[in-house]
């Protein structure tokens, strides 16, 4: 009985040193995919305010946007949202 309770002792010991080696590189891929997440979400904010200033700038200038210019913008509001909801789904799973 004290042998089997020893060798579960045992296994259990090695699994989790083996899990705890195993989880120190998965945290720095979760921070690296957390980075990156926001570097995306940063660059889609960029690229919603340019098409923003555009379309304003059209509007400024007596022009009057089309459908086409209107789409563009709301096409990079929906990948600015969807850019950022990504990113705080992989950060806030990171912390």
Excluded: N, W
Excluded at 13 to 42: I, K, M, N, S, Y
Excluded at 43 to 54: I, L, N
Aim: some cysteine.
């Amino acid at each position: 009985m004290a042998t089997i309770r020893s060798l579960t002792v045992a296994a259990a010991a090695a699994a989790l040193l083996t899990l705890a080696v195993a989880a120190h590189p998965a945290l720095a891929a979760t921070d690296d995919a957390c980075t990156r997440a926001q570097g995306a979400a940063e660059a889609a904010q960029q690229e919603f305010d340019e098409a923003k200033r555009g379309y304003e700038a059209q509007i400024a200038a007596g022009g009057h946007p089309g459908a086409a210019e209107r789409q563009a913008l709301a096409d990079a509001d929906v990948r600015r949202s969807r850019a950022a909801a990504e990113a705080e789904r992989i950060c806030d799973s990171v912390a």
